[in-house]
């Protein structure tokens, strides 16, 4: 969203809707405990979002101004975007409609409401996402809420998208290409089709069968809804994905910052809990997917935001005293509290016994329809959430330039990998992240450098942590790393 410079501002201007009222998101009222009263040198250094993201502007320039305007230079590739944003859009069932709608949600000032590092529990598994969840709300987990938070987290805030939401300018899916069309009912002024607009794509979805004449997506707006189930809050929440507010469609559709969010909780709870990695990986994914169910977002915007959301966590995991002060007390207390859980609760004695018995994350968000290229993204286990994480990682775009480039893994992000595999090397980590890597060539990847844009080093676009994370090596005599299989349990082999 435009010209807000960080993410809780954002969420500020843009509100909840929680009971019947709309509330500003300015904090929480319910205590937070802070994870250090000190100061650490990535709370200074913040990762640049706009360089890495470069890749976009081999696809689409904008005008400059920040109005949402600009000028098709991949045709085929924005029209990929299109069909899939209204085939997803248009085929999501009705329990993923409401899923979309829980994802959507901030935690209000006032206390209520809930975020995305809560509803994605369930990528922990039934029982040990119900004690996540629980342990969220009631207090128990402390330092990992002051960590986690998506308002408010050392990691779940830690970069915005609003500068790179500017500087690509990109209009969302569901805005219309007419100007002088009728405004829909109960919109914001703001929201008007003379104010904001996707005229700029209208000669690129003509004729084509996912938009109408005018070249208007076929997107559908899902309703508002009330969430009485009590997941992730002790209250009901309304559910409101916010079309008619102008800090939504006014805002830039490239990157996602809901995306950014979702994965900075879900690397973060990745970290913490390495032995679930590809489980709340591929969560991860489908909260972020949902933004395209809404007709918020496109698949690069996705795409996009995964990408954000892997830069900032890298940058906080190469901090050494945020590890050691923040991090590290962090994963204590979380391994802690869940294994408690399991003994008092289901009177199963370790942590890694509960998950062997716990029934796994599973989610068939089209009811068994296949994406146009693709798979019905059906997840039932680790190896199927492996797979479906790694179809959205390229949504299967068509590459754009050469597919045999060598690997290129961004410096730092080997320190996503220090929980899972705690013996190795720097190096090591890095091997391991260049041989799961995906190929080159697709849409936003930096390998190469473009006319369109600098060479970035290293391309967070390949990176596939699912399988990272998941990942048996061998290491050889010389020290070097073999990826034997990935889907398991990650795992050492000398």
């Known amino acids: 969203m435009p010209n807000m410079p960080h993410t809780t501002t954002r969420r500020r201007r843009a509100g909840l809707l929680v009971g019947a009222s709309l509330l500003s998101i300015t904090g929480l009222i319910a205590p937070i405990a802070t994870a250090s009263a000190s100061t ?54 009705r329990p993923q409609q409401f899923r979309a709608l829980q994802n959507s949600a901030y935690l209000a000032s006032d206390g209520g409401g809930y975020d995305q590092s809560i509803s994605i529990a369930d990528g922990l598994g039934k029982n040990l996402g119900i004690f ?4 969220r709300i009631d207090g128990s987990l402390p330092l990992t809420s002051a960590l986690i938070n998506s308002s408010k987290g050392s990691t779940g805030a830690y970069v915005g998208t609003s500068a790179a939401k500017s500087a690509y300018s990109h209009p969302r899916p569901f805005l219309p ?45 899902v309703p508002a809804a009330v969430d009485t189930t009590h997941e992730f809050a002790t209250t009901d929440v309304t559910l409101d994905p916010l079309y008619g507010l102008p800090a939504l469609c006014a805002g830039g559709s490239y990157p996602s910052g809901h995306t950014a969010t979702a994965y900075q909780a879900g690397i973060t709870l990745a970290t913490l809990l390495p032995e679930l990695a590809p489980q709340i990986l591929a969560r991860s994914s489908e909260a972020a997917n949902n933004r395209i169910v809404l007709g918020v977002h496109y698949p690069l915007d996705i795409v996009s935001g995964r990408m954000s959301g892997e830069i900032a966590l890298s940058a906080r995991w190469s901090d ?35 998950i062997a018995a716990d029934t796994s994350y599973a989610n068939n968000p089209y009811g068994g329809a296949k994406i146009p290229g693709g798979t019905a993204q059906i997840v039932t286990n680790r190896q199927s959430a492996l797979r479906v994480y790694t179809e959205r990682l390229g949504y299967g775009f068509q590459p754009t330039a050469s597919t045999k480039r060598a690997a290129s893994v961004p410096a730092g992000a080997d320190n ?58 061998k290491i050889t005599k010389s020290g070097k790393v073999k990826v034997v299989s990935t889907g398991g349990k990650a795992t050492v082999v000398r």
């Open 416 to 473: 996503l990998l220090r929980t899972t595999y705690p013996s190795l090397t720097a190096s090591q980590r890095r091997q391991i992240l260049a041989q799961t890597q995906i190929a080159s060539g697709h849409p936003l990847d930096t390998t190469a450098a473009h006319a369109a844009y600098p060479l970035v080093p290293g391309s967070w676009q390949r990176l596939n942590l699912a399988a990272a994370l998941s990942a048996k090596v």
């Open 320 to 354: 050494a005293k945020f590890r050691k002060a923040v991090l590290t007390p962090a994963r204590k207390e979380l391994v802690s509290y869940l294994t408690k859980q399991c003994k008092s609760v289901l009177h199963i004695s370790t942590l890694s016994k509960c």
């Open 40 to 93: 650490f040198p990535s709370d200074t250094t913040k990762p640049d979002l706009v360089p890495a993201l470069s890749g976009y502007n081999a696809l689409w320039r904008p005008s400059g101004n920040d109005d949402l305007h600009g000028t098709v230079l991949n045709a085929k590739a924005l029209q990929r975007n299109d069909q899939l944003v209204s085939w997803i859009n248009q085929h999501a069932t």
């Open 132 to 135: 996540y969840a629980k342990g």
């Open 177 to 221: 290409a007419d100007p002088k069309a009728a405004p829909v009912p109960g919109d914001d002024g703001g929201c008007a089709p003379s104010a904001v607009n996707s005229s700029s794509a209208a000669s690129n979805r003509k004729g084509r069968p996912w938009a109408d004449a005018a070249g208007n997506l076929k997107v559908t707006r």
